[in-house]
């Protein structure tokens, strides 16, 4: 089969391009394609036949070899990572509470023009100094400021 190492050179490169947009959440598509255009390379050199059984039997040890060889790094790349905290520009601003803040007594307040729920670990009175100590979506949390 004279056009098989074409055939084999294409195939991989779809393979690759199947784990790219995949995410590289499978390694079998990465390892195969891999194998597939490393047999296609060996039978465009010579020290392949150009035959069917042995771009079989090549791809197949190939492959295997290669699973074994990138199967720690790639299921390093797959576990999920701790989310980050993003540091937010309001952290350590101040400001004087309108509603009085609690455990439990979670209150609203507009906030530098956007209506925020406030929130605190201590119980706050109306009129006091506060200071932000963390912010997430649509919250703040406040603590009395010294």
Same mark, same amino acid.
């Given at each position: 089969?004279?056009?098989?190492?074409?055939?084999?050179? *294409? &195939?991989?490169?779809?393979?690759?391009i199947?784990? +790219? !947009?995949?995410?590289?959440?499978?390694i079998?598509?990465?390892? =195969?394609?891999?194998?597939t255009?490393?047999?296609?390379a060996?039978?465009?050199?010579?020290?392949l036949?150009?035959d069917?059984f042995? *771009? &079989?039997?090549?791809?197949?040890?190939?492959?295997? +070899? !290669?699973?074994?060889l990138?199967?720690?790094?790639?299921?390093g =790349?797959q576990?999920d990572?701790?989310?980050?905290?993003?540091?937010?520009?309001?952290?350590?601003?101040?400001?004087?509470?309108?509603?009085e803040?609690?455990?439990?007594?979670?209150a609203?307040?507009?906030?530098?023009?956007?209506?925020?729920?406030?929130?605190?670990?201590?119980?706050?009175?109306?009129?006091?100094?506060?200071?932000?100590?963390?912010?997430?979506?649509?919250?703040?949390?406040?603590?009395?400021?010294?």
């Open positions: 089969m004279e056009s098989l190492p074409n055939y084999l050179l *294409a &195939f991989g490169f779809v393979l690759l199947g784990e +790219v !947009l995949l995410g590289f959440s499978t079998l598509l990465l390892t =195969l394609g891999l194998s255009i490393i047999v296609s060996a039978m465009f050199m010579g020290l036949e150009s069917l042995s *771009a &079989f039997i090549a791809t197949a040890i190939l492959d295997a +070899v !290669l699973m074994a990138l199967w720690g790094p790639m299921k =790349l576990k990572k701790a989310p980050t905290k993003v540091k937010s520009d309001l952290i350590g601003n101040t400001f004087d509470l309108d509603i803040v609690g455990p439990g007594q979670d609203s307040m507009k906030y530098s023009g956007v209506l925020w729920k406030i929130k605190s670990a201590e119980r706050i009175p109306k009129g006091e100094r506060v200071e932000i100590i963390d912010a997430e979506v649509g919250c703040l949390h406040v603590k009395q400021a010294n």
